[in-house]
Nanobody
Framework: QVQLGESGGGLVQAGGSLRLSCAAS????????MGWYRQALGKQREYVAS???????KYADFVKGRFTISRDGPQNTMWLQMNSLKPDDTAVYYC?????????????WGQGTAVTVSS
């Protein structure tokens, strides 16, 4: 089993930045892809970005050029650097991990961290 815990959410003004963290514990050797999703109030959860053990990354079009996903060497911590934030980025952000190599990771989930961007 893998446990994921997010942190770093909060309130920020439009144009500002936040850095989200996701710490993984447990059977982390089984993880080969980690990623971020978000869910705004009243909307479905949507994919944001993901990163493989080898450091390859993918992003949703709406965050390209603004968000950067990264992982540390031992691969038990992941970050999402969010710049040029917009009110539309307001959502609960979830960390996810996958043991099956899927670019849309979904085997394990964190509890989420809330991000609010004020205009």
């Amino acid at each position: 089993q893998v446990q994921l815990g997010e942190s770093g959410g909060g309130l920020v003004q439009a144009g500002g930045s936040l850095r989200l963290s996701c710490a993984a514990s447990g059977s982390i050797f089984s993880i080969n892809v980690m990623g971020w999703y978000r869910q705004a109030l009243g909307k479905q959860r949507e994919y944001v970005a993901s990163i493989t053990n080898g450091g390859f990354t993918k992003y949703a079009d709406f965050v390209k050029g603004r968000f950067t996903i990264s992982r540390d060497g031992p691969q038990n911590t992941m970050w999402l650097q969010m710049n040029s934030l917009k009110p539309d980025d307001t959502a609960v952000y979830y960390c996810a991990a996958d043991r099956n190599g899927r670019w849309l990771p979904g085997d394990y989930w964190g509890q989420g961290t809330a991000v609010t961007v004020s205009s």
